[in-house]
């Protein structure tokens, strides 16, 4: 068994019902720079929970190349008023080779082709320095995600992976967005509750689920970062 593997799982047990602070405090102690949180920028909650408990963690961004401008803008933004380092994740070719080699606008054809080229390879390449990464997943964000623990084994990586705030509901986020003045993606206002890249994702209605505007209407409900 790979000790990664016993520490995932006794922590997790331990740290089942502390805050997102105290998971990543733990986290820092235990794995000192090798650790590193993911940061979606739809907010920048768990950069702000991450650089209270581990000033000066690495911070990592996927630049698809097919962000919002307002996702650049947040992910610049929390870089600048955060003790954090923000590490920009590339994939290997620019969406112009990838639509040279591909052809273009291959999240239309081929959405997984699309997420495994432009998300999943770098996140995988830029996390193989690591032995711990944080996620901002959240249980009832959607059905896929309804039992993540806390702390678990990332077999495929073999390394330790955390979800601080996994138990969060959207109260919960908004109330300690609210509470410590954390940086928003305007785009929250604009009717985009869930944001990824700009050609897979669309505003929804309120009170509509909100990753139904993540890829809609072709199926696909995760892009593959932790599936
Ligand atoms: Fe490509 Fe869409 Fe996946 Fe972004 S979300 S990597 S544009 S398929």
């Not at 502390?18 to 820092?28: H, I, K, M, P, Y």
């Not at 999240?107 to 901002?136: F, I, M, Q």
């Not at 959207?170 to 929250?188: F, H």
């Not at 990753?211 to 995760?222: H, L, N």
Request: aromatic residues 6%.
């Amino acid at each position: 068994m790979s000790d990664l593997k016993t520490i995932a799982e006794e922590a997790n047990e331990r740290l089942a019902d502390a805050s997102a602070v105290e998971v990543l405090a733990w986290a820092r102690e235990t794995f000192g720079d090798e650790l590193v949180v993911t940061a979606s920028m739809a907010d920048g909650a768990l950069p702000h929970l991450a650089a209270e408990a581990a000033p000066g963690v690495d911070v990592l961004f996927i630049d698809t190349g097919y962000h919002f401008a307002e996702t650049i803008g947040t992910r610049d933004a929390v870089a600048a008023t955060l003790p954090i380092h923000l590490i920009n994740a590339t994939p290997q070719q620019t969406v112009a080779e990838q639509d040279a080699e591909y052809g273009e606008k291959l999240h239309d054809r081929d959405p997984n082709k699309c997420c495994a080229l432009r998300k999943v390879e770098p996140l995988n390449r830029y996390l193989s320095g690591y032995k711990a990464w944080v996620t901002g997943i959240r249980r009832e964000e959607a059905p896929t995600r309804a039992n993540t623990p806390v702390v678990e084994y990332d077999a495929k990586r073999d390394m330790v992976k955390l979800n601080p705030i996994a138990p969060w509901t959207q109260e919960d986020l908004d109330a300690y967005i609210q509470d410590n003045g954390v940086l928003v993606n305007l785009l929250q206002y604009d009717g985009y509750p869930s944001i990824g890249c700009e050609p897979c994702t669309q505003r929804v209605a309120p009170g509509e689920d909100p990753r139904s505007g993540r890829w809609a209407g072709t199926g696909k409900v995760e892009c593959g970062l932790h599936t």
